[in-house]
């Protein structure tokens, strides 16, 4: 194998790789410039939510855990359920670009990130042209095009991104690639896969199968417990990075509709290759996503059956490509409806939903057996006819998504003007249909004091201070009365009236929030507390970053001490 190279962006080795990802993730988004924003299936989600966290923190909110403007102003739970990353970064954005650049230099910045996170994989198994071909087109593979013109799901994309960097860590753990210490291929793996689950869910429970096939398989192949002990040593290393948002996710998925995640349309069963249901637009775009998924797989096929010729000695000679062989046989099985009873039967694989979504995989290992046959005489023309091969796909693509010159613009109208925005099935609080939620509700309104009274009772109410996690009212009301809040209740509440903690009531047809209160004088108090669930995720990430830190300074320090 090649010698590993320097970890340092400033070396001359990364200057070439650098501007040839820069450059491809450019000309991606050339469109986006005459025709105005991809609009795709998600962009309504990660928009809004880019635009709420960074309105909470001019709050002084610096990790939001409620929305502000979700359900026209209700909120939602959603920071604590969808990983960070990719809202951080957008949120920042939005505050250093103007709305019509935030998707465009998003993209950018994480195909760049793509293209280097290659790089850094495949050099260290091919030469530096081969790996320069193979990490270019992993920045333009039809998995990153369907993701920037179609679907928008900006946090799969970043993920994607980070995903070459989590299979070179798998491969060291696993004695495949040459690793200076046990303990730094530890660290790294724990490092690169914490950062996928704080990317993206589906994208984390795909590379959490991933990396224990190719575990299994490695400690199959070389009859080695040892790596099976190191192996679940970094996965739970990972996991605890990850222990802040996995943690509070996973239990307080019982105070939210969670299931609505698998409604219809959205099961796996649905969304198999070439699957057709009664929604023709559901239809088409699975269509769309699964030519994709095919052009990789007969990509896939046919640089995995040259590179058994035009691949190197060292690559051919290697338990690499039957690894990654392995992984991509097992990827593209599931994306198929032979697969059904493994959907029905591994935990948490149903919540990916759509099979597809395992292109993600097929592209890395496109792209690793697409350097492999670059490798030999006049091995670029392989890079070359991948390249004619994505031009029509790509043109197929921006055909058919919804382009909008003015989509960042009109979010941001949304929160100016506080109609807020639509919420999320499955992260709406269980027993609350956020379809019912009226659009243009006041931040506070007195109701009758009992269900028999159909007289709102005369009450004064100051709003003295209301953010996205803390509300408090002022009212002064001649007879009892019920103050409704524009809040949806959620156990993370925590409701006082006049320093006395009270249970808040709800509307009786939607699940917001009302505070009854006495005649006179009353201060209403409500504030989003840190549960317990929460606080012990944040002590096992905590703890989790001090083992990391500890073990990436010994294997410095070994390193240095030339052991």
Same mark, same amino acid.
């Given at each position: 194998?090649?010698?590993?190279?320097?970890?340092?962006?400033?070396?001359?080795?990364?200057?070439?790789?650098?501007?040839?990802?820069?450059?491809? /993730?450019?000309?991606?988004?050339?469109?986006?410039?005459?025709?105005?924003?991809?609009? @795709?299936?998600?962009?309504?989600?990660?928009?809004?939510?880019?635009?709420?966290?960074?309105?909470?923190?001019?709050?002084?909110?610096?990790?939001?855990?409620?929305?502000?403007?979700?359900?026209?102003?209700?909120?939602?739970? =959603?920071?604590?359920?969808?990983?960070?990353?990719?809202?951080?970064?957008?949120?920042?954005?939005?505050?250093?670009?103007?709305?019509?650049?935030?998707?465009?230099?998003?993209?950018?910045?994480?195909?760049?990130?793509?293209?280097?996170?290659?790089?850094?994989?495949?050099?260290?198994?091919?030469?530096?042209?081969?790996?320069?071909?193979?990490?270019?087109?992993?920045?333009?593979?039809?998995? *990153?095009?369907?993701?920037?013109?179609?679907?928008?799901?900006?946090?799969?994309?970043?993920?994607?991104?980070?995903?070459?960097?989590?299979?070179?860590?798998?491969?060291?753990?696993?004695?495949?690639?040459?690793?200076?210490?046990? =303990?730094? /291929?530890?660290?790294?793996?724990?490092?690169?896969?914490?950062?996928?689950?704080?990317?993206?869910?589906?994208?984390?429970?795909?590379? /959490?199968?991933?990396?224990?096939?190719?575990?299994?398989?490695?400690?199959?192949?070389?009859?080695?417990?040892?790596?099976?002990?190191?192996?679940?040593?970094?996965?739970?290393? @990972?996991?605890?990075?990850?222990?802040?948002?996995?943690?509070?996710?996973?239990?307080?998925? =019982?105070?939210?509709?969670?299931?609505?995640?698998? /409604?219809?349309?959205?099961?796996?069963?649905?969304?198999?290759?070439?699957?057709?249901?009664?929604?023709?637009?559901?239809?088409?775009?699975?269509?769309?996503?699964?030519?994709?998924?095919?052009?990789?797989?007969?990509?896939?096929?046919?640089?995995?059956?040259?590179?058994?010729?035009?691949?190197?000695?060292?690559?051919?000679?290697?338990?690499?490509?039957?690894?990654?062989?392995?992984?991509?046989?097992?990827?593209?099985?599931?994306?198929?409806?032979?697969?059904?009873?493994?959907?029905?039967?591994?935990?948490?694989? =149903?919540?990916?939903?759509?099979?597809?979504?395992?292109?993600?995989?097929?592209?890395?290992?496109?792209?690793?057996?697409?350097?492999?046959?670059?490798?030999?005489?006049?091995?670029?023309?392989?890079?070359?006819?991948?390249?004619?091969?994505?031009?029509?796909?790509?043109?197929?693509?921006?055909?058919?998504?919804?382009?909008?010159?003015?989509?960042?613009?009109?979010?941001?109208?949304?929160?100016?003007?506080?109609?807020?925005?639509?919420?999320?099935?499955?992260?709406?609080?269980?027993?609350?249909?956020?379809?019912?939620?009226?659009?243009?509700?006041?931040?506070?309104?007195?109701?009758? *004091?009992?269900?028999?009274?159909?007289?709102?009772?005369?009450?004064?109410?100051?709003?003295?201070?209301?953010?996205?996690?803390?509300?408090?009212?002022?009212?002064?009301?001649?007879?009892?009365?019920?103050?409704?809040?524009?809040?949806?209740?959620?156990?993370?509440?925590?409701?006082?009236?006049?320093?006395?903690?009270?249970?808040?009531?709800?509307?009786?047809?939607?699940?917001?929030?009302?505070?009854?209160?006495?005649?006179?004088?009353?201060?209403?108090?409500?504030?989003?507390?840190?549960?317990?669930?929460?606080?012990?995720?944040?002590?096992?990430?905590?703890?989790?970053?001090?083992?990391?830190?500890?073990?990436?300074?010994?294997?410095?320090?070994?390193?240095?001490?030339?052991?």
């Amino acid at each position: 194998m090649n010698k590993p190279i320097s970890s340092s962006v400033f070396t001359r080795e990364w200057f070439l790789p650098l501007g040839v990802s820069l450059v491809l /993730s450019i000309l991606v988004i050339l469109p986006f410039f005459w025709l105005g924003t991809a609009s @795709g299936h998600d962009f309504e989600f990660h928009a809004p939510s880019w635009l709420d966290v960074a309105y909470q923190w001019k709050q002084g909110i610096f990790f939001p855990r409620w929305t502000a403007w979700t359900n026209h102003g209700f909120g939602e739970p =959603r920071f604590i359920f969808y990983p960070p990353l990719s809202w951080i970064l957008g949120a920042a954005l939005t505050l250093m670009f103007p709305d019509a650049a935030v998707p465009i230099v998003f993209i950018v910045l994480i195909q760049t990130l793509a293209g280097l996170a290659a790089y850094l994989l495949l050099r260290h198994t091919v030469p530096r042209r081969s790996a320069i071909l193979g990490s270019a087109f992993y920045v333009v593979n039809p998995n *990153a095009l369907l993701l920037t013109y179609v679907r928008s799901d900006f946090a799969e994309q970043f993920a994607s991104a980070i995903l070459p960097l989590l299979l070179l860590a798998t491969l060291r753990l696993c004695d495949l690639l040459d690793s200076s210490t046990r =303990r730094s /291929s530890v660290a790294l793996f724990a490092l690169s896969f914490a950062g996928v689950w704080l990317c993206n869910a589906p994208a984390a429970v795909i590379a /959490s199968y991933s990396v224990c096939l190719i575990i299994a398989w490695s400690a199959l192949i070389q009859a080695s417990f040892r790596i099976v002990f190191r192996a679940a040593a970094a996965l739970l290393l @990972g996991f605890g990075l990850a222990a802040f948002y996995i943690i509070p996710a996973s239990y307080e998925q =019982r105070w939210v509709n969670i299931a609505q995640a698998l /409604s219809s349309g959205l099961f796996p069963s649905q969304n198999f290759l070439f699957t057709a249901i009664d929604d023709v637009e559901h239809t088409w775009f699975n269509w769309i996503a699964s030519i994709c998924v095919l052009s990789l797989v007969l990509l896939l096929a046919c640089t995995a059956l040259a590179s058994r010729r035009f691949s190197s000695a060292l690559i051919r000679n290697s338990r690499i490509p039957a690894t990654l062989l392995l992984l991509a046989g097992a990827a593209t099985f599931l994306t198929t409806r032979w697969s059904i009873s493994l959907w029905d039967l591994l935990p948490k694989l =149903r919540f990916v939903q759509f099979p597809w979504r395992w292109i993600s995989v097929l592209a890395l290992l496109a792209a690793c057996f697409l350097a492999y046959v670059t490798d030999a005489r006049r091995g670029w023309l392989w890079f070359a006819a991948a390249l004619l091969l994505l031009l029509p796909l790509a043109n197929f693509l921006i055909a058919n998504t919804w382009w909008d010159p003015d989509e960042m613009p009109i979010q941001r109208e949304a929160i100016a003007s506080g109609r807020g925005f639509d919420g999320t099935d499955e992260y709406d609080p269980i027993g609350d249909d956020h379809l019912d939620l009226p659009l243009d509700a006041p931040l506070a309104r007195a109701l009758p *004091a009992g269900s028999a009274d159909n007289t709102t009772p005369p009450a004064k109410i100051t709003i003295d201070h209301w953010t996205t996690m803390e509300k408090r009212i002022h009212v002064d009301a001649q007879s009892g009365a019920r103050i409704a809040l524009r809040v949806l209740n959620y156990p993370a509440w925590r409701v006082g009236v006049n320093g006395h903690p009270l249970q808040p009531e709800r509307m009786d047809d939607f699940n917001q929030m009302v505070v009854p209160v006495d005649p006179g004088v009353s201060e209403i108090h409500v504030w989003f507390t840190r549960t317990l669930d929460r606080k012990i995720g944040d002590v096992i990430s905590a703890f989790s970053v001090c083992v990391f830190l500890f073990l990436f300074w010994r294997s410095r320090k070994l390193v240095s001490a030339g052991q």
